[in-house]
T-cell receptor, first 114, second 113 residues
Framework: GAGVSQSPSNKVTEKGKDVELRCDPI?????LYWYRQSLGQGLEFLIY????????KSGLPSDRFSAERTGGSVSTLTIQRTQQEDSAVYLC????????????FGPGTRLLVL | EDQVTQSPEALRLQEGESSSLNCSYTVSGLRGLFWYRQDPGKGPEFLFTLYSAGEEKEKERLKATLTKKESFLHITAPKPEDSATYLC??????????????FGKGTLLTVNP
């Protein structure tokens, strides 16, 4: 079946602009995660959605970052007033439920802030 | 704080030359240890989950093992198509956020023909 999809695959923006990254999870998966992968660093947890529960936003690095999930499916990660240090690969993952379940990753969005 | 350290950072092998990758971890109660493979420009691809010390899992030329402090990914007679970055991650069994994965920085494996 279809895996996790993300768009755009690449995004180049200018410092100070806002960007929106989209994630479509695997159909039927209730849990959705965003991670960030910076050059030379491990994947870093950003935010977690599970069903209709309040999201865990504990990994968001600043208040310029926000995310929402509409209808329990598609999610959008928004970065306002982008900075050069925001340049990274943003990965989305989904799982059948939040615990003891394998997380399956999408191909990522490569963000470059000039 | 949960921590994952992978070694070596990079490993170059000749085709057919077996070796092992190491993943050392500290976690406040292990729920699961995960191995992923990541090809350039792609997202991580799930390989294995290990839950308890002594557990082993195999897939083709790969075998993952787990102790209370570390995990090994053994690669037997590797082929060039095994070249990738191998990521290790842990999921904690305690606290309110026992769903997030904590990743190591990965081992870049290159297998030369």
């Amino acid at each position: 079946g279809a895996g996790v999809s993300q768009s755009p695959s690449n995004k180049v923006t200018e410092k100070g602009k806002d960007v929106e990254l989209r994630c479509d999870p695997i159909s039927g998966h209730t849990a959705l995660y965003w991670y960030r992968q910076s050059l030379g660093q491990g994947l870093e947890f950003l935010i977690y959605f599970q069903g209709n529960s309040a999201p865990d936003k504990s990994g968001l690095p600043s208040d310029r970052f926000s995310a929402e999930r509409t209808g329990g499916s598609v999610s959008t990660l928004t970065i306002q007033r982008t900075q050069q240090e925001d340049s990274a690969v943003y990965l989305c993952a989904s799982s059948y439920s939040g615990r003891e379940e394998t997380q399956y990753f999408g191909p990522g969005t490569r963000l470059l802030v000039l | 704080e949960d921590q994952v350290t992978q070694s070596p950072e990079a490993l170059r092998l000749q085709e057919g030359e077996s070796s092992s990758l190491n993943c050392s971890y500290t976690v406040s109660g292990l729920r699961g240890l995960f191995w992923y493979r990541q090809d350039p420009g792609k997202g991580p691809e799930f390989l294995f989950t290990l839950y308890s010390a002594g557990e082993e899992k195999e897939k083709e030329r790969l075998k993952a093992t787990l102790t209370k402090k570390e995990s090994f990914l053994h690669i037997t007679a590797p082929k060039p198509e095994d070249s990738a970055t191998y990521l290790c991650a842990v999921q904690a069994n305690s606290g309110g956020s026992n769903y997030k994965l904590t990743f190591g920085k990965g081992t870049l494996l290159t297998v030369n023909p």
